[in-house]
Each structure stands twice: as C-alpha cells, then as structure tokens.
C-alpha cells in the first residue's frame, strides 16, 4: 500500500467514525428504549453500502478507500459488543441476546441485498 | 444534537488511526481465499472490544471526567479499528463458498471472543486498586 492510499484511507476512516457519531446521536435521540437502534442503524447502512461497492465494479486501491476506509470505519463491532455486554449486566439479557442475533442475522443479509442491487 | 467541534477532531483523529491500524493488519495478514479464516478482521475485531471495555470502563468508573478521551479512545480509536461490515463481507463470502461450518464458527468465534474481552477487560478495571 502506498503512503498516499494509507493517508486516504486514514482521512476517510475519520470521516467514517464522524458520520458513525452523527448517526447513531441522530437515532439514539428519537429511539426511546434501552435497545441500541443507533449503533443498529450504522452497521446495517454500513454493510448494505459494503456490499454495493462489492458489487460494483471497484477494484484495487479504490475498493480499499472506500471497503476499508470510510465504511470499515463507519461500521463497528466494539461498540456492537460493547453495547451488548451493558446490556447484558443491567439485566436486559433478552434485549442483549436480540442485539447480537438480528444486527448478526440482517447484517449478512443487509451485504447480500447490497450486492444484488449494485 | 449538540455538537462539539473539538469532540469531533477528537473522533476524526482516533478514526484516522484506527482505520490506518486496521489498514496495515490486513495487508500483512491478508487471508488467501474466501475459504480461509480472516484473521486480520478477527484480531483487529477482538482487540479493539478489549481496548473499548477497557477504555469505556476506566473513563467511566476510574477516572475524573474528562471530554475528549473517550470520543477519541472509543468512537474514533475503537469504533474505527474494529468493522462489522467487513466481517459481514467475510461470513457472506463464506456461505457463498458453500462453507456453512466456517461462516457460523467465524460468527460464533468472533462474538465470544468480542464479547468476553469486553467483559475481561471490564472486569479487570474494576477489580484493579484505584492508583492516584
């Protein structure tokens, strides 16, 4: 990888965890209950936009900007864990378990629609 | 939203160095076919839960308030090392290689391993002394 890429791709992971912020604030803010809609909301975007990118032509240091520069940065997997394990020690255990069964469950589905459409 | 410009450098910076670190992990352990496990999301995956327990639990119950470390550390660092979509990628590519077994012992490894170094790390700052 050449330092020009690594530089993109660390610009666009920044703005990946900055659009991550702003969405997952914007959600929270209307979701009313324990259940993390907005860290939900990101990933399913973020691997619903993967698998356009897959699915379209992009190869190469493109693919890398946009895969693992803005939406890996976009999307999370601490705090999906995160999320889940307070969850889980506030006693919420089936709201937990719902957590980590339909962001794991929609999000491979979420990569497969993406592709299909793209 | 209140937002804060100085909370969001704080996020841009950690994100630029988790999406760098997460970068270099996957050219150096870039896995050979889609039948193969995909250790560099996996470690980056794993670690970056253990960094965000630690991290979230210290900020939180250990130390003073402060406004920037955890924007940086959490959403920016961890959020940015750490990707969901890509391991979504991975455990789809699997199933379409028809390795039904890999992709739900990929899934199933990844969140116990991601969870438990939440809940190791978690439980590892609470237990520790206070230090002044």
Redesign the interface.
């Known amino acids: ?1 050449t330092a020009p890429v ?1 530089i993109g ?10 659009v ?3 969405l997952d ?2 959600v929270s ?1 209307r979701w009313r209950g324990s259940f993390p809609a907005g860290t939900l909301a990101v ?1 399913l975007s ?2 619903f ?3 356009i990118v ?1 699915g379209a032509t992009l190869h190469g240091d493109a693919l ?1 900007l946009v ?3 803005l ?12 999320e ?2 307070r969850l889980g020690e506030d006693g919420a255990l089936s709201i937990a378990a719902l957590n ?1 069964a339909l ?2 469950v929609a ?2 589905a ?3 629609i993406g ?1 299909a459409v793209a | 939203m209140r937002v804060d410009r100085r909370e969001l450098l704080a996020i841009f910076a950690g994100g630029f160095a988790g999406a760098v670190a997460r970068a270099e992990i996957g050219v150096a352990l870039a896995p050979s076919s889609p039948a193969a496990w995909p250790w560099a999301t996996f470690l980056v995956n794993v670690a970056g839960a253990a960094l965000l327990g630690y991290g979230v639990t210290r900020l939180q119950e250990r130390l003073p308030l402060s406004a920037y470390r955890r924007p940086f550390l959490g959403t920016g660092v961890c959020g940015a090392l750490t990707t969901f979509s890509t391991m979504q990628l991975e455990i789809l590519r699997m199933l379409d290689a028809g390795r039904a077994g890999l992709a739900i012992g990929y899934a199933a490894a990844s969140l116990l391993a991601g969870f438990g170094a939440v809940l190791v790390a978690t439980n590892g700052v609470r237990r520790a002394r206070v230090l002044a």
């Open positions: 990888m690594l791709i660390g610009l666009l992971g920044g703005a990946g965890a900055l991550r912020f702003l604030g914007a803010e990933n973020g691997a936009a993967l698998g897959t890398r895969a693992t520069g939406i890996g940065s976009y999307t999370t997997f601490s705090t999906w864990m995160l889940s394990h980590i962001s794991l999000g491979v979420a990569v497969a592709r």
